[in-house]
């Protein structure tokens, strides 16, 4: 660009401390960090109790971590003037209202720049403790503070929320404690077709008083607005929904259904295989080795993998695995089906047939399968609401997942939560992400602008 012009080197408005109220006078550059000597900009002579003009007194040194440049720590020694009035002798320091809050130890700039890393860009407070040059205790407490102003408690995140779905997850693999959270989303973008699902909440506890008391928190006019809840075969969670949504419809989602039918798929192998060698599978036994491919639609077998699932049925001993394994197979069909009508019949067809009279008394397996969905058809059938769109996007059915999915920045989540000892504190990082949105895309528009 031969027209290009360049203003005068200014390192306040390069640190942007000018947006602080700030003016660099001095920088000392070490081997683990930058020191930047700073002022404040403007007087402040007047007396905040009787308006009378004050003298300056002294001068303390206050300071502030600000943002990392090249992940260097970047600390401001900020000169405060003190002043003394004339008239009352009161005595009061110069207003650093904008470039910190009173006793905080980052700048404001500093704070914004802790909450995108965390919520954006998925760093550790740990690492965003160790850029700032602060501790952990320090970063941490900063960044809630921040995000439950920004983020948590802005009521704008549960708008246009239409479609929720509720699922339990295991937080804590320890002996102690409460293991479980109830995990909240919102199912519309899917459904519409629009984006990721987003995670709205997530509550300790896995229990029908802990859903209650999460959608009983809820506005009644945000309440009326939910048309479809998605959930798995506990009962609890059904009830609480039918309490404080009565005019939602509870669905049993997808994942749930055909994993009802693969566990009898499973428990059928398991029975043949003690009654034909009386002892648990081996490496070498054939329906061991089928337990994975089992569990792969048909129409995603290799040639090698059908020749081998033909030797396997070819037994009269496995006949009984092979009709389970037609009904897992058909199972998953209704959810594929771009008509949704049809996809219904074939459920309620799979149903009916599972508990007439034709199915013979020693599959047992597929007779409890027919009475669980038999009895949850209240929820496994009622799809002509969901549309082609609420059906499960996979490939495989041993790699499926949710209908809904967890959504990416869920697993980062879990992988951030390693190292936390505090539950609370836990917790509240993940109510920032859950405030913040749903997909892994780092994007600052996700974040409101600072004030």
Same mark, same amino acid.
């Given at each position: 660009?031969?027209?290009? /012009?360049?203003?005068? +080197?200014?390192?306040?408005?390069?640190?942007?401390?000018?947006?602080?109220?700030?003016?660099?006078?001095?920088?000392?550059?070490?081997?683990?960090? /930058?020191?930047?000597?700073?002022?404040?900009?403007?007087?402040?002579?007047?007396?905040?109790?009787?308006?009378?003009?004050?003298?300056?007194?002294? /001068?303390?040194?206050?300071?502030?971590?600000?943002? +990392?440049?090249?992940?260097?720590?970047?600390?401001?020694?900020?000169?405060?003037?003190?002043?003394?009035?004339?008239?009352?002798?009161?005595?009061?320091?110069?207003?650093?209202?904008?470039?910190?809050?009173?006793?905080?130890?980052?700048?404001?700039?500093?704070?914004?720049?802790?909450?995108?890393?965390?919520?954006?860009?998925?760093?550790?407070?740990?690492?965003?403790?160790?850029?700032?040059?602060?501790?952990?205790?320090?970063?941490?407490?900063?960044?809630?503070?921040?995000?439950?102003?920004?983020?948590?408690?802005?009521?704008?995140?549960?708008?246009?929320?239409?479609?929720?779905?509720?699922?339990?997850?295991?937080?804590?693999?320890?002996?102690?404690?409460?293991?479980?959270?109830?995990?909240?989303?919102?199912?519309? +973008?899917?459904?519409?077709?629009?984006?990721?699902?987003?995670?709205?909440?997530?509550?300790?506890?896995?229990?029908?008083?802990?859903?209650?008391?999460?959608?009983?928190?809820?506005?009644?006019?945000?309440?009326?607005?939910?048309?479809?809840?998605?959930?798995?075969?506990?009962?609890?969670?059904?009830?609480?929904?039918?309490?404080?949504?009565?005019?939602?419809?509870?669905?049993?989602?997808?994942?749930?259904?055909?994993?009802?039918?693969?566990?009898?798929?499973?428990?059928?192998?398991?029975?043949?295989?003690?009654?034909?060698?009386?002892?648990?599978?081996?490496?070498?036994?054939?329906?061991?080795?089928?337990?994975?491919?089992?569990?792969?639609?048909?129409?995603?077998?290799?040639?090698?993998?059908?020749?081998?699932?033909?030797?396997?049925?070819?037994?009269?001993?496995?006949?009984?695995?092979?009709?389970?394994?037609?009904?897992?197979?058909?199972?998953?069909?209704?959810?594929?089906?771009?008509?949704?009508?049809?996809?219904?019949?074939?459920?309620?067809?799979?149903?009916?047939?599972?508990?007439?009279?034709?199915?013979?008394?020693?599959?047992?397996?597929?007779?409890?399968?027919?009475?669980?969905?038999?009895?949850?058809?209240?929820?496994?059938?009622?799809?002509?609401?969901?549309? +082609?769109?609420?059906?499960?996007?996979?490939?495989?059915?041993?790699?499926?997942?949710?209908?809904?999915?967890?959504?990416?920045?869920?697993?980062?989540?879990?992988?951030?939560?390693?190292?936390?000892?505090?539950?609370?504190?836990?917790?509240?990082?993940?109510?920032?992400?859950?405030?913040?949105?749903?997909?892994?895309?780092?994007?600052?528009?996700?974040?409101?602008?600072?004030?």
């Amino acid at each position: 660009m031969p027209n290009t /012009t360049f203003d005068r +080197p200014d390192l306040s408005t390069f640190t942007r401390l000018d947006d602080l109220g700030l003016e660099v006078t001095g920088q000392r550059v070490g081997g683990d960090r /930058t020191i930047l000597a700073c002022k404040v900009v403007g007087e402040d002579r007047w007396c905040r109790q009787c308006g009378g003009e004050g003298v300056v007194r002294d /001068t303390v040194i206050r300071r502030l971590a600000h943002v +990392p440049y090249g992940w260097h720590p970047t600390i401001l020694h900020v000169s405060v003037r003190r002043y003394r009035c004339q008239t009352c002798a009161h005595v009061w320091r110069q207003n650093m209202s904008q470039a910190a809050d009173p006793r905080a130890k980052l700048s404001h700039s500093a704070v914004r720049w802790a909450l995108v890393g965390l919520v954006v860009h998925h760093l550790t407070v740990a690492r965003i403790a160790q850029a700032l040059g602060v501790s952990w205790n320090t970063a941490n407490t900063a960044v809630l503070t921040e995000g439950e102003r920004l983020l948590i408690n802005d009521p704008a995140r549960f708008d246009g929320v239409r479609v929720i779905g509720v699922d339990e997850h295991v937080w804590r693999h320890t002996p102690y404690g409460d293991k479980y959270v109830t995990v909240i989303l919102d199912l519309t +973008p899917i459904r519409e077709r629009s984006g990721p699902c987003r995670l709205l909440d997530m509550v300790p506890g896995r229990s029908k008083q802990v859903f209650k008391t999460w959608l009983a928190s809820r506005p009644d006019t945000w309440r009326e607005r939910i048309e479809i809840v998605a959930m798995d075969g506990f009962t609890g969670f059904k009830s609480a929904a039918a309490e404080e949504l009565p005019d939602a419809r509870a669905v049993m989602d997808p994942f749930h259904v055909v994993h009802l039918a693969g566990n009898a798929l499973d428990e059928c192998r398991r029975r043949i295989q003690q009654e034909l060698h009386h002892r648990r599978g081996r490496a070498t036994v054939s329906l061991y080795k089928a337990r994975r491919m089992l569990h792969t639609r048909l129409c995603l077998l290799t040639l090698r993998q059908q020749h081998r699932m033909l030797d396997l049925f070819a037994s009269d001993c496995h006949v009984a695995l092979e009709v389970t394994w037609s009904v897992y197979q058909n199972s998953i069909d209704p959810y594929r089906a771009l008509d949704t009508s049809a996809g219904k019949a074939l459920m309620q067809a799979e149903i009916n047939t599972l508990t007439s009279t034709r199915v013979p008394k020693n599959l047992t397996e597929l007779m409890t399968l027919g009475r669980k969905l038999k009895r949850r058809a209240e929820h496994s059938s009622k799809q002509e609401d969901s549309g +082609p769109n609420y059906t499960p996007g996979y490939e495989e059915p041993q790699k499926m997942s949710q209908p809904w999915e967890f959504p990416p920045v869920f697993t980062l989540i879990r992988a951030l939560e390693l190292g936390y000892v505090n539950d609370h504190r836990r917790l509240s990082d993940n109510e920032l992400h859950a405030a913040r949105g749903a997909d892994a895309r780092p994007h600052a528009g996700a974040i409101p602008a600072a004030p």
